[in-house]
């Protein structure tokens, strides 16, 4: 009788406690609406309910992030034109930059001798369309291998997008996708083997199709694109038009929850323009986080060294006794850090938990000193590990991190900021 009792008061206290999380979540997405519903949106009290977590529902989270990434306007009653001319840029971009050489004024009228007079694969003109065509296809190569393999553990990115680039994927046009470029790049670049009795061995069209399996990813049909193809043109596109800086391996890891956020919201008339709403997002970040990815500004101090450096000279200050003891065991912050900070965390934990740590990056005025004070948290977080560990445990631990709330190492790094 007591422990149907004990169960039952058990389960009335779990009742209760779904209740009042439901109601909780039912005011914060209540309060987000009227935030967002303003005319002006009033950018400080969006920034503060936005620090403890943005609801998905409706569509919010996106919504936020497009404010918060300086996409969107403050002044609600200009959405509708800024958006719509965004698009019809993006929509330029794809139609100026994937296209083959040669095309554009064969379909003016001009015969296929005179362009090609003009303009042809062999021309050692630097500035030949030709030649920058073949220098493209080497970044898209290193874009293409990273983003067939973005986030392995989740099936979304491998799976067809709803809203397939109609552009890229209309037969009356002339362009084609970059999938089919980089397989045709691929085929062309057939591996030569020697063998021990010196015969030389050319691979087959069909094994040079190899470097990427087919078991990795769904081969889908004609007028179909997966959710990486997308990825894989916003970066493409990114690095045409940033060819200072281009394409930098780790870039498809902070498209990927930007893209996945735009690309599942729940709101249809928003989800169909997630690949340029995505760019532009990007690129607004990049604008701030890129001289993480320019090597000749990694000693400068708006370069990654100095980064990494200031993560522990934080903890120096918060935690003196965990500080020794990294720099006795010679455990340096480049062997861990550089890639929390210029990845944003996006490696470190699991998509969905990212995209709750982006929620209060993209919220804090000073978002990239935010991420300073959270991989301070995360250190002093795992101290007790630290402190008795030796050179290699804490290297383990440094490189897989252990801990998995999220919440936890934000409350932390809110009350480094707090205290300080």
């Known amino acids: 009788m007591l422990a149907t009792s004990v169960s039952h008061l058990v389960k009335c206290r779990k009742h209760r406690d779904f209740l009042a999380l439901y109601q909780l979540t039912n005011i914060t997405i209540l309060e987000f609406k009227e935030t967002l519903s303003e005319e002006n949106i009033n950018l400080k009290t969006l920034r503060e309910l936005c620090f403890n977590g943005i609801p998905f529902e409706g569509g919010i989270r996106a919504l936020c992030w497009k404010i918060l990434l300086n996409y969107l306007p403050f002044d609600q009653t200009l959405w509708e034109s800024f958006l719509k001319k965004q698009r019809e840029v993006y929509s330029q971009f794809l139609k100026e930059m994937i296209i083959q050489p040669g095309i554009a004024k064969a379909n003016m009228g001009f015969s296929r001798e005179d362009v090609t007079m003009e303009d042809h694969p062999?021309?050692?003109?630097?500035?030949?369309?030709?030649?920058?065509?073949?220098?493209?296809?080497?970044?898209?190569?290193?874009?293409?291998?990273?983003?067939?393999?973005?986030?392995?553990?989740?099936?979304?990115?491998?799976?067809?997008?709803?809203?397939?680039?109609?552009?890229?994927?209309?037969?009356?046009?002339?362009?084609?996708?970059?999938?089919?470029?980089?397989?045709?790049?691929?085929?062309?670049?057939?591996?030569?083997?020697?063998?021990?009795?010196?015969?030389?061995?050319?691979?087959?069209?069909?094994?040079?199709?190899h470097l990427y399996p087919s078991n990795e990813y769904e081969v889908l049909p004609n007028g179909s694109e997966a959710h990486w193809e997308v990825v894989e043109r916003i970066l493409f596109i990114y690095a045409k038009l940033n060819p200072g800086i281009a394409y930098v391996q780790g870039m498809n890891e902070i498209v990927g929850p930007i893209y996945y956020t735009f690309a599942t919201d729940p709101n249809s008339q928003w989800k169909e323009h997630a690949e340029a709403d995505t760019f532009f997002c990007f690129t607004n970040l990049m604008s701030e986080n890129r001289d993480n990815f320019i090597k000749s500004l990694d000693d400068s101090q708006c370069g990654i060294t100095y980064k990494m450096e200031s993560v522990y000279s934080m903890l120096k200050d918060k935690d003196l006794e965990l500080f020794l003891k990294l720099e006795e065991q010679n455990i340096k912050p480049q062997y861990f850090t550089f890639r929390w900070l210029t990845l944003l965390l996006s490696q470190e934990f699991l998509l969905p938990d990212v995209i709750r740590i982006w929620d209060t990056l993209f919220s804090d005025q000073d978002r990239f000193h935010f991420l300073i004070l959270v991989c301070c948290a995360m250190l002093i977080l795992i101290r007790d590990n630290l402190l008795a560990g030796d050179f290699t445990v804490n290297m383990r631990s440094l490189q897989d991190y252990p801990i998995s709330d999220v919440h936890t190492i934000l409350t932390k790094a809110k009350d480094l900021r707090d205290n300080s």
């Open 122 to 209: 062999l021309n050692p003109n630097p500035d030949s369309r030709w030649n920058n065509y073949f220098k493209d296809n080497e970044i898209l190569l290193q874009i293409d291998k990273d983003v067939r393999r973005l986030y392995p553990d989740m099936a979304f990115f491998q799976r067809p997008t709803e809203y397939p680039c109609q552009l890229i994927l209309d037969p009356q046009n002339e362009y084609e996708t970059l999938r089919r470029r980089v397989e045709q790049t691929t085929l062309k670049a057939q591996t030569v083997n020697r063998n021990r009795s010196g015969v030389t061995n050319v691979s087959s069209p069909g094994k040079a199709f």
